[in-house]
């Protein structure tokens, strides 16, 4: 490939990812899939637990919908090495107060140029989203699914292993 065309591709993918980002997230109004979902529906409730699927961990257990201080242990936990084609995804998340107060990669896909540019990228704004969010219930980002989904499958075991359920 010719290394102007080379460049105009590169551009495209990083709007393209861009995009995604901000659609998959809902960072830019501040609202997950679900709170988007709920107003459009007329739905005026809040601190129910959304319904959407997610790739949550395989520990049992029904959600309440919300997080007591008293049941939320705090401290650091990290989640389960995620296996994905494109190398594994892992998960440390801390608690303070009842509240996530940080997330952490521990290991991310990488290790070839697509890989790296795209997780350089996604891994931010997935660590951002679960502190902003206080849960994994968002979006995936457009172009990183597998990505997004393996962060989501492991910070949720990490968060199950707290017992906190936001």
Do not use: W
Not at 55 to 63: D, E, I, L, M, V
């Amino acid at each position: 490939m010719r290394p102007t065309s080379a460049f105009i591709s590169g551009m495209a993918t990083m709007g393209v990812l861009a995009g995604g980002i901000v659609i998959g997230t809902g960072i830019l109004d501040g609202t997950t899939t679900d709170q988007n979902a709920a107003s459009n529906s007329g739905s005026n409730s809040s601190g129910g637990s959304p319904s959407g699927g997610s790739n949550s961990s395989s520990s049992g257990g029904s959600t309440s919908g919300g997080s007591s201080a008293s049941t939320v242990k705090d401290g650091t936990f990290d989640g389960p090495v995620v296996q994905t084609r494109y190398g594994p995804m892992q998960v440390e998340v801390v608690i303070k107060g009842g509240k996530i107060e940080s997330a952490t990669t521990l290991q991310h896909p990488g290790g070839d140029g697509t890989s790296d540019q795209i997780n350089a990228q996604v891994v931010p704004i997935l660590t951002k989203a679960t502190v902003d969010y206080q849960s994994v219930k968002f979006g995936n980002v457009s172009r990183a699914t597998i990505s997004t989904e393996s962060y989501k499958q492991s910070a949720q075991a990490a968060l199950d292993k707290a017992g906190y359920t936001g």
